[in-house]
T-cell receptor, first 120, second 119 residues
Framework: NAGVTQTPKFQVLKTGQSMTLQCAQD?????MYWYRQDPGMGLRLIYY???????DKGEVPNGYNVSRLNKREFSLRLESAAPSQTSVYFC???????FGTGVRFVDIQYFGAGTRLSVL | DQQVKQNSPSLSVQEGRISILNCDYTNSMFDYFLWYKKYPAEGPTFLISISSIKDKNEDGRFTVFLNKSAKHLSLHIVPSQPGDSAVYFC??????????????????FGQGTRLTINP
């Protein structure tokens, strides 16, 4: 019962290095998302993919690229890391779920455990 | 421009009492609201949601109230338990995916409120 799996959990980069954050979900969800969380800022949407084969920019896309490899996997790439990209990154996927008592469907985003990235 | 604001960074409540977490929004296009709970070193988990056609939604110990005229929502936890200690985020979206067609839901999150339940 894995849900959303992110790798790696921690990473330290030097300025200018590149890396790819991996995300996979096993819930057969169509939509996937990448967020970053910074102190005092909440979670901000970087990119999202409404369905396999499509990607769109979120609130803070500069400096990032994404690939929706297949329905399960959505990766985030930093081509040339900068100290301003030091953050905790969360991947999420969404689907409609039966929740609570009775017959009630809500749209829920399920999150991975996060990747803590430091850029020196 | 912060469209969703949680003005209290932290809140401390005694076990068994009511916890009230508040959230304000500025975008009148938001019509679907959610609360997420986050423990350290974990991702946020969904707690409860409310659509703008309702002003209250209840699920066990958790109740969310929505005041559209004031652009304000609140989460009530009664009674509060030690396991409720976490960071709570409110989130909002405009036009959730229609019932038949599922699509991406772009959420805007508040900054979070750290709730501590004291024994």
């Amino acid at each position: 019962n894995a849900g959303v799996t992110q790798t790696p959990k921690f990473q330290v980069l030097k300025t200018g290095q590149s890396m790819t954050l991996q995300c996979a979900q096993d819930m057969n969800h169509n939509s996937m998302y990448w967020y970053r969380q910074d102190p005092g800022m909440g979670l901000r949407l970087i990119y999202y993919s409404a369905s396999e084969g499509t990607t769109d920019k979120g609130e803070v896309p500069n400096g990032y690229n994404v690939s929706r490899l297949n329905k399960r996997e959505f990766s985030l790439r930093l081509e040339s890391a900068a100290p301003s990209q030091t953050s905790v990154y969360f991947c999420a996927s969404s689907g409609r779920s039966l929740f609570g008592t009775g017959v009630r469907f809500v749209d829920i985003q399920y999150f991975g455990a996060g990747t803590r990235l430091s850029v020196l | 421009d912060q469209q969703v604001k949680q003005n209290s960074p932290s809140l401390s409540v005694q076990e068994g009492r009511i916890s009230i977490l508040n959230c304000d929004y500025t975008n009148s296009m938001f019509d679907y609201f959610l609360w997420y709970k986050k423990y350290p070193a974990e991702g946020p988990t969904f707690l409860i949601s409310i659509s703008s056609i309702k002003d209250k939604n209840e699920d066990g110990r958790f109740t969310v109230f929505l005041n559209k005229s004031a652009k304000h929502l609140s989460l009530h936890i009664v009674p509060s338990q030690p396991g409720d200690s976490a960071v709570y985020f409110c989130a909002a979206s405009a036009h959730p995916p229609p019932i038949i067609i599922q699509g991406a839901q772009k959420l805007v999150f508040g900054q979070g409120t750290r709730l501590t339940i004291n024994p």
